[in-house]
């Protein structure tokens, strides 16, 4: 997550009591669909308050006409991913159909299952009236719960539509005031007149989410493939596309099969060669090695104070430099080009960085007590600003000291 974002006085752990909270302050919601570890990161770090992991994704995801054949499994599946990415937003997950209408005990079951197996925060399920002793159950089990009125998916076979906008106002608001009064912490008003739904969020304390509903209401939600503007052929009047990344995403493919017909990917600079020299393999490993002039001798701070070496050093000393393979157990041995007058850098493929060094003669003095200093022979050197590394790399360290000796016949460091 974006580190400034992180630090700001806004962000805070969303929560179904400060999501309450949120109407009495005056502060408008706004959540959005997810249903991968990838869209709910993106939309955590931009600050969306919750995330809805809803059984829309058996239409967007899974390419099915409607939202019944979505099962409890596939809710789980989809909701732990989501968890799992989300840092501050709240989640709830969807109960899907048939998962909570048997029974009030079957939908205690089902949604105690999905909290324990996702670590979401709350759950949401379709109805008002009818789903009272359901809510009732849920909130008295202590597992926080979503109403769903007006046009609920779920019913699409009774409603006899998706897009039907619901107009009977006694109804909607008897479901709106019977999910409050049996526990529900919100409710999302769907496809419904903007006078009913202003009327209904004055009526009730809980925030009210709409979609299609009108901007009275507490806070919005959309779904998100649908607001990225990755649907095509859905175009609701309520539907606003923030981005087209349908169009965006088609023409970069179709770049990337002209480039790969045309040879132009992939190009040198998005190959690897490991012959080429020490400069640009550093290049590759995004470590910047300076490379002074010819007449910049100039030794970088932090630096030994043999790193360079003279014209002379340059062509006498070609030497081989090994290092062990980080998946096989062979040895790559290169030498040092008599142009350079920076050494050979071998990178170690690991997070710890290890730096070869050439020998100094009388000039190196042995300090094995300190890793942050030269090592003798065929050693490596680890800067001042390297110190705190992970374990893992300090094990790989112990592990070159094992296969990196000492040669100098006037050093004690075997």
């Not at 997810?34 to 993106?42: H, N, V």
């Not at 008897?174 to 529900?184: L, M, N, Q, V």
């Not at 800067?383 to 050093?411: A, K, L, M, T, Y």
Request: net charge positive; hydrophobic share 35%.
């Amino acid at each position: 997550m974006n580190e400034s974002h992180r630090a700001s006085p806004s962000f805070h752990t969303m929560t179904v009591p400060r999501f309450m909270a949120a109407k009495s302050h005056g502060r408008k919601l706004s959540v959005l669909t997810a249903y991968d570890y990838l869209w709910a990161g993106l939309f955590d770090e931009a600050g969306v308050d919750a995330i809805l992991v809803g059984d829309s994704l058996g239409m967007v995801v899974q390419g099915k006409s409607t939202t019944m054949p979505v099962t409890l499994d596939q809710m789980i599946y989809h909701g732990e991913m989501v968890v799992r990415s989300v840092q501050r937003a709240l989640v709830i997950v969807d109960l899907p159909f048939m998962s909570y209408q048997v029974s009030p005990m079957q939908a205690v079951e089902n949604a105690g299952r999905v909290f324990k197996e996702t670590g979401c925060g709350a759950v949401k399920l379709e109805g008002g009236v009818h789903q009272a002793d359901t809510i009732r159950a849920l909130a008295s089990a202590d597992l926080p719960v979503m109403a769903h009125v007006g046009m609920r998916p779920q019913s699409v076979r009774k409603l006899g539509s998706m897009s039907k906008i619901q107009r009977d106002e006694v109804e909607l608001l008897a479901d709106a005031k019977t999910a409050e009064e049996a526990g529900a912490f919100g409710i999302v008003l769907e496809l419904m007149p903007r006078s009913i739904a202003a009327k209904i969020t004055n009526s009730v304390s809980i925030p009210t989410i709409g979609i299609g509903a009108g901007p009275d209401c507490d806070g919005q939600v959309l779904v998100s493939c649908d607001m990225l503007g990755l649907t095509a052929g859905f175009q609701p009047r309520f539907l606003k596309r923030f981005a087209d990344l349908r169009a965006t995403s088609i023409a970069a493919a179709r770049q990337y099969i002209a480039e790969i017909n045309n040879g132009d990917f992939p190009d040198s600079v998005h190959s690897h060669d490991w012959r080429s020299s020490s400069r640009s393999l550093a290049r590759a490993c995004r470590v910047d090695v300076p490379v002074p002039a010819e007449t910049d001798r100039a030794k970088p701070a932090g630096f030994p104070s043999d790193w360079f070496l003279t014209d002379q050093q340059s062509d006498l000393r070609k030497r081989s430099v090994s290092r062990w393979c980080d998946s096989r157990n062979e040895r790559i041995d290169r030498a040092s080009p008599p142009e350079m007058h920076s050494p050979v850098i071998e990178i170690e493929k690991s997070r710890s960085r290890a730096i070869v060094a050439p020998d100094s003669n009388e000039r190196h003095r042995c300090n094995l007590g300190n890793e942050d200093r030269a090592r003798c022979g065929n050693r490596y050197w680890f800067p001042d600003s390297w110190r705190g590394v992970e374990d893992s790399n300090r094990r790989f360290r112990r592990r070159w000291r094992s296969v990196i000796q000492c040669s100098h016949p006037r050093h004690s460091c075997r």
